[in-house]
């Protein structure tokens, strides 16, 4: 999903790069917004539909980043860290994003 996100921005800004210096370590340490620290695990969209884990939020908080000026700063990283899963994995196991909140999936 973080990768989902970075694209999110990189369209927003048209642009997307990080600078490295010679031996490959960025210039700044990874800095960007984590949904943990506000929303916790809030999943009840019927109830709470401005601060319900879902894609919706992710995208607001992204446009919110640039709008504000966060990503000239160097915010450029959306961090999910949690209640984004599906109840069940797919065939092949593995996690899977809730559909109803994430209609678009996580890659």
């Not at 210039?27 to 695990?41: A, I, K, N, Q, Y």
């Not at 995208?59 to 980043?65: C, G, I, L, N």
């Not at 999910?80 to 994003?97: G, K, M, Q």
Request: proline residues 5%; charged residues 25%.
């Amino acid at each position: 999903m973080e990768v989902v996100l970075l694209l999110i921005l990189a369209t927003i800004r048209g642009t997307i790069g990080i600078i490295v210096n010679d031996e490959g370590l960025a210039l700044t340490p990874p800095m960007g917004w984590m949904s943990w620290e506000r929303f916790r695990c809030e999943v009840d969209c019927k109830t709470f539909p401005k601060e319900c884990i879902n894609e919706d939020l992710y995208k607001t908080m992204a446009q919110m980043m640039d709008d504000g000026g966060f990503v000239d700063a160097g915010y450029n990283q959306i961090s999910i860290d949690d209640c984004w899963t599906a109840h069940t994995r797919d065939s092949n196991n593995r996690l899977r994003a809730n559909e109803t909140r994430f209609p678009s999936g996580i890659p």
